[in-house]
């Protein structure tokens, strides 16, 4: 199992950016993939970014694509999801996620308001 700490949600204007940081204590070379996942209230999980920690290939979901950009910084084993022109459909808790040793992880997620 993969312990992260999320930081950087928060309320937000329309148009207005945010980064999601996720540091785990776990030697990052250790885990195949981290990513987002968002739930908004009576909504199911939706998964909004992965990125490999080997190769730094990567994925969007189409909703976020040309907004969103996920990245990695190994030596700090830290994943961070840039989010810019944020409006009101991207309103939910952001969950960092881990796959390693065949299972998944997750963190206790932060929110993120995105309201004028």
Not at 2 to 20: I, N
Not at 48 to 76: E, L, P, Q
Not at 100 to 113: L, M, N
Request: aromatic letters at 10%; charged letters at 15%; hydrophobic letters at 30%.
């Amino acid at each position: 199992q993969v312990q992260f700490v999320e930081s950087g949600g928060g309320l937000v204007q329309p148009g207005g950016s945010l980064r999601l940081s996720c540091v785990t204590s776990r030697d990052i070379y250790t885990i195949y993939a981290m990513g987002w996942y968002r739930q908004a209230p009576g909504k199911q999980r939706e998964l909004v970014s992965t990125i490999t920690i080997v190769g730094g290939s990567t994925n969007y979901a189409d909703s976020v694509k040309g907004r969103f950009t996920i990245s990695r910084d190994n030596a700090k084993s830290t994943v961070y999801l840039q989010m810019n022109s944020l409006n009101p459909d991207d309103t939910a808790v952001y969950y960092c996620v881990a796959i390693a040793d065949g299972r998944t992880s997750w963190g206790q997620g932060t929110q993120v308001t995105v309201s004028s």
